[in-house]
């Protein structure tokens, strides 16, 4: 007779493991992947906490600014200053908080409004954005050069991380002569 074969069969010496397991070397890669994505985390809502309620002025023009002033104005023509500045001059970057204006208290609709002097004799009123349910973000107002007579100023007033104008509105760019402020 002949031997029988049976297809199959385990051998009761061997052990045969049908669940996988994770070994040392795969924890320890978990982990430190879980660890980085919280640290990353943590990074991004203490840099977003560090971007709100600023004004940040640029002029990186070769131009001096004499004045430069900033408010709120809202439909019924109140004001909510925010800030002046007393000379802002060439190639210089000024940052202030603006954490003390409570600006999350606007209500209704209010736009953003600039006057700026030059030392040149222009003078300018920009009057920009949308803010609906008052704001907590920054204010970055840029002059600088466009190899002409005109200088350009960017305006842009954003909230969070990416300095969204989705909910403001605020991200405007005009061309000004600083001889005597004719804005295009």
Partial sequence: MGKLKV???????KKVNDTPRITRKGKAILFSIIGAVVALVIALVWIESGLENKIVIKNKSSHDIASLRFWYED???AVTEIMSFDGVAAKEKITKSTESLELSKLQ??????????????????????????????????EVSGTGSDELMLHLKAGEGLFNSTAMTGCDDIY??????GYIE
């Fill in 175 to 180: 061309y000004i002569n600083p001889q005597n």
């Fill in 108 to 141: 209704g609709e209010a736009w953003l409004t600039v006057q700026i002097v030059f030392k040149d004799g222009g003078k300018a009123i920009l009057q920009t954005g949308q803010f609906l349910y008052g704001f907590n973000g920054r204010i970055m107002f």
């Fill in 7 to 13: 297809k199959n069969y385990k051998y009761p010496g």
């Fill in 75 to 77: 439909e019924n023509g």
